[in-house]
């Protein structure tokens, strides 16, 4: 078995509302910052052992699908790096 990390960033899909990001960017605008547009995320980390990163992958992938991420509101995107 090797260990690794896997970083999970999950975001809303565009066109889902997100009030967390639209109140910042409107303190960043106030703050004299000029952006197009800001989008929050969550970043989850996940240490684990596999026989291979592929493996890895796959089982962090199934742990986004059936708790990490809602799929009807978010994107998802998985990397695995050897620790």
């Known amino acids: 078995m090797t260990a690794y990390t896997a970083t999970v960033t999950i975001r809303l899909k565009h066109g889902v ?7 910042t960017r409107r303190a960043l605008e106030r703050l004299g910052f000029d952006l197009e547009d800001l989008r929050s995320a969550d970043r989850f980390e996940i240490d684990l052992e596999a026989e291979d990163a592929g493996e890895a992958t796959e089982r962090v992938d199934e742990m986004a699908q059936r708790l990490l991420a ?3 509101i978010h994107d998802y995107d998985v990397e695995v790096d050897e620790r």
């Open 70 to 72: 809602n799929p009807t």
């Open 17 to 23: 509302l997100d009030p967390e990001a639209e109140t």
